[in-house]
């Protein structure tokens, strides 16, 4: 097997929490050897001019939208799309038309991604049948087809019972549950988080409350049942302590962040610039900073995109109208680097939440430089300035807040088993 070795590399390792200069030795699709000092020989070598090396980016919680909605994302724009930012592995949403919540629908689901991107998919499927939260899916059957876990995306399951049942199912199983903790009941027809501004603004708001009720009655949950559980997104700081609790009592739980809510938050709404909905709304500063805080003492364990395709005709409406979600795939490394620069959040801890922790947590190989992981790999230069201009991202929904910012972070390879699927110019 052809042997490529990186040289001049700033390797960032998650596992090891380390930055430094050295070389890594890719034999096939596999890592073969990493150091510092004199390189050993390779039919191929790339010089990574002191910028840095790091694990491609895991990425929890992607939308694309195949089946049914092809006009705003399909495996073939997500995956280049990913492939430009670094991202190695989508781990794909099911709530698409008809949502995957069966073994045929994803079995078609990873037969299109394998077929059409070129970085790795990851499915996941439905909790409920129709993701109506009233019958659970066939879990078994499902995690045989490939599903590495099970949610109802943004629709919360709100009868208990059912979702109790469903969590001792797959805790019998072995499978992972990931919920949305938001209080349905509270947060329906929310537009913002409640507050000053949003009473300025005139928009039906939610208290931040809402997220605690919600992630108190899962957490509730999962002491009853022993499920393993993630949060998708946890985005304010008083649902921090009940997870922190959980953490400390031995629970099998984790959590996550979008990265709009550690870059972003309501005053970017501005003038009701609908780019800037997402779900759940942004939040205060204070919770913003928050959340950066529980990320880099690693309370929060996963940095996603939340990448969630509109089309213009859902974005250009009022804003209580206008759909949720914003395109994150190409943005997510360069947004991540705002963390960095601010000095809040170093890079090898920074690659835990959004490479090693996912991976971890979904039972998967990548996430590391070390001898023997799969060699898919991000080159990028973290202080590379450009101006975003949507029109130029890979994806079909141009649906960023990002649109016209100042940024730092340019990607300039990646590879997915080895195998170049991006190289910048």
């Known amino acids: 097997m052809m042997k490529t070795l990186f040289t001049n590399a700033r390797l960032i ?64 724009s997500a995956g280049a799309a990913a492939a430009a930012g670094g991202v190695t ?18 079995e078609f689901v990873t037969r299109r991604g394998r077929e059409a991107s070129p970085v790795r998919i990851k499915p996941m499927a439905t909790l409920t049948k129709g993701r109506e939260g009233r019958e659970m899916v066939e879990i078994g059957f499902l995690l045989d087809a490939g599903a590495v876990a099970f949610t109802d995306g943004d629709r919360v399951v709100e009868n208990t019972k059912v ?56 957490l509730a949950l999962v002491e009853m049942t022993g499920a393993k559980y993630h949060a998708d997104q946890i985005t304010t700081a008083r649902a921090l302590p009940a997870l922190e609790r959980a953490k400390q009592n031995g629970r099998d739980v ?37 959340m950066v805080e529980a990320v880099g003492s690693g309370l929060i364990d996963v940095i996603s995109s939340m990448h969630t395709p509109q089309d213009e005709e859902s974005k250009r409406l009022p804003y209580e109208e206008a759909a949720s979600g914003a395109v994150a795939l190409e943005t997510l490394l360069p947004a991540a680097m705002r963390l960095y620069h601010a000095g809040a959040i170093a890079l090898p801890r920074l690659w835990r939440a959004l490479s090693l922790n996912p991976s971890r947590r979904l039972g998967l190989a990548t996430g590391r430089l070390a001898p023997g992981a799969p060699a898919d790999l991000v080159w990028f230069d973290p202080d590379a300035p450009f101006v975003l201009d949507r029109f130029g991202l890979r994806s079909k929904s141009k649906n960023t807040p990002f649109d016209g910012a100042r940024m730092q972070g340019h990607v300039l390879g990646t590879w997915v088993a080895g195998k170049p699927v991006f190289e910048k110019g």
């Open 89 to 106: 592995t989508m781990v794909t949403r099911p709530d698409t038309c008809p949502a995957i919540d069966t073994p045929e629908v994803l």
């Open 254 to 290: 984790t959590a996550g962040v979008s990265i709009h809510h550690l870059t972003l938050n309501e005053l970017d709404v501005g003038d009701y610039r609908t780019f800037f909905k997402v779900k759940p709304p942004l939040r205060s500063e204070d919770d913003r900073l928050a």
């Open 163 to 218: 979702l109790s049942r469903a969590m001792t199912y797959a805790r019998s199983l072995g499978a992972l549950v990931i919920a949305h903790p938001q209080d349905p009941g509270l947060s329906k027809g929310a537009c913002t988080t409640s507050g000053k501004f949003a009473s300025l603004r005139g928009l039906p708001a939610v208290a931040p409350m809402a997220e605690r009720m919600a992630l108190d009655r899962d």
């Open 13 to 76: 390792d998650p596992e090891a929490e380390t930055d430094a200069l050295g070389w890594l030795l890719v034999e096939g699709e596999t890592i073969l050897a990493i150091g510092t000092g004199e390189a050993p020989p390779a039919e191929t070598k790339i010089d990574c001019a002191g910028k840095c090396l790091a694990p491609g980016i895991v990425d929890i919680g992607v939308k694309v939208c195949e089946p049914g909605e092809r006009h705003k994302e399909s495996f073939g």
